[in-house]
C-alpha cells in the first residue's frame, strides 16, 4: 500500500524533471526572429554554452508547452491585453538516428500587462513526440532577457524590419511622384498659355 501511494509522487517529479533534460541533451540551437533583428538572433545550444537558451526557454513556458506537466500552466485561449508585435523562436532539436525536428513558439515581449508566448499543439519532436501547445504568460523578466539577447528595448513600429509595410519608404515614394506629377501639369500648362497667346501683329 505505502508503494503504490509513493507511485505518483515519483511519476510526477519524472515529469517535472524530464522537459530540463530532455532539452540540455536535445536542443542545438534556438533562432529568434521578427521586427527589427534583421536576419535574427541564433542562441548557443547543448556543449555551446546554452545557459542562456535554457533560461529564456524556462521564463517563457517551453517546457509545459512541450511536454506534459503537472500543474500545467497552460492556457487554452489567448489571454486578455494587447499582444504588440509577435517574435519567433524556433528551437532545433535533434532526435534519433541523427533526424533533427524543430519547434516554433511564437513571443509576445511587450504585451500588456505581461509578456505572452504561445506552442501550436501537434509539433513533431524526438520523432514520435508532439507538443501540448498553448498560451502562457510569463513574467518581465523574459522581456528583460530577450532584451539583453538582442530584442529592442521598446516595441518597433511598423515598417521597422520583419517583413512589416515600410511606410517611410512608400511616402517618399508617393511624395517624389507627386513631384514630377506637378512638374508635368506645369509645363502642359505652360505649353498651353504660348499656343493661346495672340500671334504678334
Known amino acids: 500500500m505505502r508503494r503504490r501511494a509513493l507511485l505518483p509522487t ?7 524533471l524530464m522537459p530540463a533534460g530532455a532539452l540540455a541533451k536535445g536542443a542545438s540551437e534556438a533562432t529568434i526572429t521578427g521586427p527589427g533583428l534583421g536576419d535574427g538572433i541564433t542562441l548557443a545550444g547543448e556543449g555551446q554554452g ?16 512541450v511536454y506534459l506537466t503537472a500543474p500545467n500552466p497552460m492556457l487554452s485561449k489567448r489571454p486578455d491585453g494587447e499582444l504588440g508585435p509577435r517574435y519567433t523562436i524556433v528551437y532545433t532539436m535533434p532526435g534519433p538516428n541523427n533526424e ?7 513571443l509576445y515581449p511587450y504585451a500588456t500587462p505581461s509578456p505572452v508566448t504561445h506552442v501550436a499543439s501537434g509539433q513533431q519532436y524526438f520523432t514520435t513526440e508532439r507538443t501540448v501547445g498553448g ?6 523578466t523574459l522581456r528583460n532577457d530577450l532584451v539583453a539577447a538582442g530584442l529592442p528595448a ?21 511624395g517624389s511622384a507627386a513631384v514630377c506629377v506637378l512638374g508635368i501639369l506645369c509645363a502642359l500648362l505652360v505649353r498651353s498659355r504660348r499656343r493661346s497667346d495672340p ?3
Open 10 to 16: 515519483i511519476l510526477g517529479i519524472a515529469v517535472l
Open 50 to 65: 546554452g545557459d542562456q537558451l535554457m533560461r529564456l526557454a524556462d521564463e517563457a513556458g517551453f517546457f509545459p508547452a
Open 100 to 106: 533533427a525536428d524543430e519547434i516554433r513558439q511564437d
Open 135 to 140: 498560451w502562457y504568460v510569463a513574467s518581465r
Open 154 to 174: 521598446n516595441p518597433p513600429q511598423p515598417g521597422d524590419g520583419g517583413g512589416g509595410v515600410r511606410w517611410g519608404v512608400i511616402g517618399a515614394a508617393l
Open 199 to 201: 500671334a504678334p501683329a
